[in-house]
């Protein structure tokens, strides 16, 4: 018998916290998780569910307006945001609360207060004070939103405040250029707010393959949105009519509502890390090595705290490499290459692989770059001018596939099957080889020449 209250301690139950906690109680351990929110973490409470409902909500906009081609007549179409807000955080709840049960069914205790660590073995709970021992420590704290210090920036919301808004304003300014800011500037705009999205670079999605940036910036465009590059918001002020946002170039927007999706940041302030030695980088994520452990050898993070990929499947990969290496004598990393995801903006984007100019640095004229750019066939009825685009990049003379970038309907989906053909090194002989599926908009990825 362990001299610890537990085999393990899990600081937060979001996705990887709660897989973590889960498969470790399965092998029969003691194990304890603590949640300072509600279980489920960013991607069910404040993240990627809701966010996709949101998404699926503005699609509605549009797809009404495009419906009269299709013969539909959809005049006096009214949208109700209480009722898709209050059906999103119902379903909301409902996850969490099956979030809760995964715990509880596998026999692993979960302590709905905030936790920090007091030495390498102890954690506190700060509500109760209880203190609670533990042979291994896990953390899957996340991250939280941040915003820049301008003046006037407590008059601005961030994403966790977006969900759940009284009422969509008339008109909203958004800021940033990454996944939230594209993501909610198509949700605002396709549930009818008069939307602005400014960002400081050229184009949109910084990281992405080039043409994928530029794509997005203009489809972003032709959903309404006024887009607004190479500024960076300085200060925001109340108004008599509401607010006014000041940018650096010089110009100044009225606005009802300014949020900021300037990025996120790992949650470990005031986590007690430095009573167990565990390190930071400058960003305040917890630096740990390939197999997620931390400079204290019984306390290991795995997901958003960690700044590795921040996403929902590699907390979990990366939650289930832990479990293999502490409990199954499996040691192992979770190899972070090649990891496929989707933006949701309207059309999204799905992409994998090395960009074009990243292939280029790395395989120089070895590469081959295939793409096509064409109006999907549903769009001519709609009499929507949104194109698709596909990029596939391949390197050397078996020409293996690198990369793959995609903006268009369902594209999310698409990139999905297509990862794995990079994971397992097919070659551009391997898609000439496979025929087409007619018509849809994937066939085009085996068809390019
Ligand atoms: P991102 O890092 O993607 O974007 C932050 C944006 O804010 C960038 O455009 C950045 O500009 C800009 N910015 C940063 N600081 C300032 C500043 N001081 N003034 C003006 N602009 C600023 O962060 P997000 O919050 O959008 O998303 C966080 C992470 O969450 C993502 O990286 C992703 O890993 C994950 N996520 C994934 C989703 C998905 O899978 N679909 C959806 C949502 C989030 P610059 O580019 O110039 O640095």
Redesign the pocket.
């Known amino acids: 018998m362990s001299k610890y209250d537990y085999d393990l301690f899990v600081i937060g139950a979001g996705s990887g916290g709660v897989r973590a906690g889960r498969m470790v109680a399965q092998l029969g351990k003691r194990v304890a998780v603590a949640e300072e929110s509600r279980p489920g973490g ?1 991607c069910v409470v404040r ?2 569910v809701p ?1 996709k409902y949101l998404v699926y909500g503005a699609e509605y906009g549009n797809n009404f307006k495009a419906a009269k081609g299709y013969g539909w007549s959809a005049d006096n179409i009214r949208f109700d945001w209480t009722i898709l807000r209050d059906n999103i955080q119902n379903e909301v709840s409902r996850l969490s609360g099956i979030y809760a049960n995964i715990l509880a069914k596998n026999g692993a205790d979960l302590f709905k207060e905030r936790a920090e660590i007091v030495d390498k073995n102890t954690v506190r709970l700060t509500t109760s004070g209880k203190e609670i021992t533990a042979n291994t420590i896990l953390i899957a704290v996340g ?1 939280r ?4 210090e ?1 003046k006037g920036i407590e008059n601005a919301i961030m ?1 966790d405040d977006a969900f759940l808004l009284d009422e969509l304003p008339e008109k909203a300014v958004i ?9 909610f500037a198509g949700i605002f705009a396709g549930l009818g707010v008069k939307t602005t999205q ?4 050229n184009n ?4 992405f393959d080039e043409d994928v940036r530029q794509m997005v910036t203009e489809q972003q465009k032709m959903l309404g949105i006024d887009v607004k590059l190479n500024a ?2 300085t200060e925001i002020k109340k108004s008599s009519g509401g607010l006014i946002v000041s940018f650096d170039d010089g110009s100044k927007i009225g606005t009802e509502c300014v949020f ?5 940041k790992p949650h470990t302030v005031g986590l007690g890390l430095e009573n167990a030695g565990i390190k930071v980088d400058d960003a305040g994520a917890i630096i740990v090595d390939e197999f997620s452990r931390t400079a204290a050898k019984n306390i290991y993070a795995v997901g ?1 705290v960690t700044n590795r ?4 499947p590699v907390a979990i990969r990366e939650a289930m490499a832990f479990v293999d290496t502490v409990y199954n004598d499996k040691p192992r990393g979770y190899d972070h290459s090649n990891i496929a ?4 903006t309207i059309p ?1 984007v799905g992409t994998v692989g090395l960009t074009e100019a990243e292939a280029r640095e790395q395989f120089g004229d070895k590469i081959k770059v295939y793409t096509t750019n064409f109006r999907p066939m549903k769009n001519a009825l709609a009499g929507k001018d949104q194109r698709c685009f596909m990029k596939l990049i391949t390197e050397g003379k078996k020409e293996r596939v690198i990369g793959i970038h995609l903006v268009g309907d369902d594209t ?1 989906e698409i990139i999905q099957a297509l990862g794995i053909t990079i994971k397992g090194g097919l070659t551009k002989a391997d898609f000439d080889a496979t025929c087409a599926v007619h018509p849809t908009l994937a066939e085009e990825i085996v068809t390019l020449k």
């Open positions: 960013t993240g990627c966010k991250g939103p941040w915003m820049p301008i994403s800021i940033g250029g990454g996944y939230i800011a594209s993501e400014v960002y400081r670079g949109l999605l910084r990281g960076s918001p900021m999706a300037t990025g996120r958003d990929v921040n996403l929902t995801s989707g933006v949701f999204p999310p």
